[in-house]
């Protein structure tokens, strides 16, 4: 309802200062008339005629959340810009006072500016839009709206695993894309690599353990393998991409206790966390039907006895294995 007051109230006030300048003609009354004049046509034109007529026919959600937002910056941009050309018209001494106070106002302001220049920059560059994940000031997340100062995420990660969110909105400022890095996960790709690491004890069948787990990793996602090249085959005609195979790789290492398997396969970005379970999951039951041919290394310290120490006359006693001792040189 507030929208509909503005539309009647703007052309009364309109008219109002159009008859109090007629009859008491005065600079300030004239361009007052001149930017309610001007207020009213830039909502007639852009919010009614423009937003309401064409963002109807918008089926997208996307689209029509972006139309709206452009929109909104045609707004704000041809208001500030009209009321400038109005009110700086006038003597030297006046546009002087004007230069003067927009230099004061923008370095009082200049968060706001910045903040500005790099919603600015979002849009023009595409950086990211709505629905994008992104990772930005340490901070990862869907993005859920693109403001004109702050960009808005539903946060992920931080003490909730496997990408899920954790319920919280994180504003970011827009300023921050003039100097931060920036992470897009689903720009241009929606694919990324994952990686399941594990140690197996030497005692195991390495050959076997290998052949076994491709063959499950492979089986999960031969799906995602295909949808991933395709996507990065089209990719490829916007970057410039080297080899880039999207089918699952196991790497083992050698260390001294233990063999270290590591098992990297692609994902969609939502999937990675249920896509790990899966495949953890059928690992682990593969390792248990395995008949020991598969075992798991783990930290076990195995006491096979106790060294002889020979301490007599020293103030702490026998071989451990005695049953005599003596402490602090006082036999018992």
């Given at each position: 309802?507030a ?12 008219i109002s ?17 001149y930017?309610f ?16 007529r064409f ?11 972006s ?11 041809a208001f ?24 004061g106002?923008a ?5 706001l ?9 979002i ?10 994940r992104?990772?930005?000031n340490s ?6 709206d ?33 100097s931060?890095?920036?992470n ?19 005692r195991s ?17 031969k ?14 005609e ?16 050698l260390?001294g ?6 098992i990297r ?43 002889k120490?020979?301490?007599k006359g ?5 071989d451990f ?11 018992k």
């Open positions: 309802m929208k509909y007051y503005l539309v009647a109230i703007w052309p009364i006030l309109t200062f159009w008859i109090a300048n007629f009859y008491y003609p005065t600079p300030y009354l004239e361009n007052t008339f930017s004049l001007v207020l009213t046509a830039i909502h007639v034109l852009l919010k009614i005629v423009l937003e309401k963002t109807k026919k918008i089926k997208d959600k996307r689209t029509r959340y139309f709206k937002k452009i929109i909104s910056i045609l707004y704000v941009g500030v810009a009209a009321m400038a050309l109005i009110w700086s018209e006038g003597t030297q001494e006046v546009t002087v006072a004007f230069g003067l106070a927009t230099a106002i370095f009082a302001l200049q968060d500016l910045k903040n500005l220049a790099g919603g600015a920059i849009y023009m560059t595409r950086l990211y839009s709505v629905g994008d992104i990772e930005i901070k990862t997340g869907d993005v859920i693109i403001g004109i100062l702050y960009t808005t995420l539903l946060e992920t990660r931080e003490w909730i695993t496997a990408d899920l969110p954790t319920g919280r909105l994180t504003t970011i400022p827009n300023g921050s894309v003039l931060t890095n920036i897009n996960y689903t720009r241009d790709h929606n694919y990324i690599w994952d990686e399941i690491a594990f140690p197996l004890d030497y069948d390495s050959k076997y353990a290998q052949d076994r787990f491709m063959k499950i990793v492979t089986e999960e996602t799906e995602t393998v295909a949808r991933a090249a395709k996507s990065i085959e089209k990719m490829g916007k970057y410039y991409l080297g080899d880039n195979s999207t089918e699952p790789i196991i790497n083992i290492a260390t206790s233990e063999i270290s398997v590591r396969y692609t994902v969609d970005t939502r999937q990675r966390g249920r896509m790990k379970h899966k495949i953890s999951s059928l690992i682990l039951e593969e390792i248990k039907k395995s008949d020991g041919k598969i075992q798991v290394a783990t930290s076990t310290l195995d006491i096979v006895g106790f060294p120490s020979n301490t020293q103030g702490i006693g026998k294995g005695d049953t005599d001792a003596s402490v602090g040189g006082f036999d």
